[in-house]
């Protein structure tokens, strides 16, 4: 099952190079997850995203085969709900994995430990001369996970529980920091414990809860500088770096199933988008949302929204108003604007990042936008 599974992932573009590859044949997914929630069409006893969920108990010693398919599938499993916990979809880790650029003998600080399946797939690239450190901030989740890596021969990871913000000053300096959860903002703490010729990569929240554009950060001085790197979308950080949601998971659900006012066709820009995603070019068919949060903070997942005109939202080949006119006019604008850019492509923008007590810059120029966040202010410019 495993042999299949990867060779999925490879067809799907996920899986690139041999080292990742073996990775994933090796790591046994099933050993690591002992229950998780699935969507329950009949109205599960349990909620989260707006979805009705029903846990299933598993047993690795008895696998139930239906259950065995599912965890050796594309799929995130959800194995904890109030706080979240998962393991996060092996498209996604794969993706990542592979951004890494890992080799053996590296030094990996990963923050949202989960179930420790990226930390395992982690592991068998590093090697035993590598040292791989994992953070989460749940005991209940660190003490599950500590065991079932124990028992599936990942015994050397550090497990540790705190909040992922403050990184692990003890098992520093890093070559990579790793997050695989959502996070709002960067800490400067990791930039403190990563090497001088490491990165970081950080799913990075832009716009609303859950776009989280990755992004491949670096040291220079007292700042980091990087790039956007793929797209990705996860549950959000609690602790320090947790902000209040302006347009969380359960408002985007909420928007999504309301009766639209007007409907209208989609814009040529956005029609292009759904094409770039139909031929599964990821990276393409992110860049217009990637653009619209950057430059304008109503973006949410296709539109905007708007906590007094209302939202302006993409469902299949239609823009859904649920507000008022003004939106289909602004949303129209920014397809303007980005066509005038040259429909930059992710790779097109370079990010700063400064303490946010250094002081906002404020950019003259039109190629350059200031986000500024809980502890840091981002610059995001275009090459
Ligand atoms: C999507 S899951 C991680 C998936 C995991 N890497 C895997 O492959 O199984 C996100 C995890 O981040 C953890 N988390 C949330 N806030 C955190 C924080 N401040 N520090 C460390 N972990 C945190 C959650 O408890 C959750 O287990």
Not at 42 to 54: M, T
Not at 177 to 198: H, K, M, N, Y
Not at 266 to 295: C, H, N, P, T, Y
Not at 310 to 333: C, F, N, Q, T
Request: charged share 30%; net charge negative; with cysteine.
């Amino acid at each position: 099952m495993i042999r299949q599974y990867v060779r999925e992932l490879k067809e799907k573009g996920a899986i690139k190079s041999r080292q990742v590859e073996r990775a994933f044949s090796r790591v046994e997914r099933h050993k690591l997850v002992e229950w998780f929630y699935l969507p329950d069409s009949e109205g599960g006893p349990y909620e989260y995203a707006g979805a009705r969920l029903r846990r299933r108990d598993f047993d690795a010693q008895d696998p139930d085969p239906e259950l065995l398919k599912t965890i050796y599938s594309d799929c995130a499993l959800l194995t904890r709900i109030d706080p979240p916990s998962s393991t996060s979809q092996p498209f996604l880790v794969a993706q990542m994995l592979e951004l890494l650029e890992l080799e053996e003998g590296m030094n990996v600080l990963e923050i949202g430990a989960g179930t420790g399946y990226t930390a395992a797939l982690i592991r068998e690239i590093v090697g035993r001369k590598g040292r791989i450190t994992t953070i989460d901030n749940q005991e209940a989740v660190v003490e599950q996970t500590w065991r079932l890596l124990r028992g599936s021969g990942y015994g050397d990871i550090d497990v540790i529980c705190a909040d992922g913000a403050q990184g692990f000053a003890e098992n520093a300096p890093y070559d990579r920091i790793v997050a695989t959860v959502g996070c709002p903002d960067i800490s400067f703490r990791w930039a403190e414990q990563l090497r001088t010729d490491g990165f970081m990569l950080i799913p990075l929240q832009h716009g609303p809860e859950g776009l989280d554009p990755l992004v491949r950060l670096q040291r220079d001085g007292g700042k980091l500088i990087g790039r956007f790197v793929g797209g990705s979308g996860f549950m959000s950080i609690q602790g320090e770096l947790a902000i209040e949601q302006r347009i969380p998971f359960a408002l985007q659900d909420s928007l999504r199933n309301k009766e639209p006012k007007e409907e209208y066709p989609l814009f040529d820009v956005i029609a292009e988008m759904q094409e770039f995603g139909r031929k599964q070019q990821w990276d393409e068919s992110f860049s217009f949302i990637l653009f619209v949060a950057i430059v304008d903070d109503r973006c949410v997942m296709g539109g905007l929204y708007d906590e007094e005109k209302g939202a302006i939202l993409v469902k299949g080949d239609r823009l859904l108003l649920h507000g008022d006119e003004s939106l289909y006019w602004d949303l129209k604008l920014l397809c303007e604007r980005f066509e005038k850019l040259g429909k930059p492509a992710i790779s097109d923008w370079q990010l700063e990042f400064l303490p946010r007590d250094a002081g906002a810059q404020i950019l003259e120029e039109e190629r350059g936008w200031v986000i500024v966040r809980k502890f840091s202010t981002e610059t995001v410019r275009l090459a």
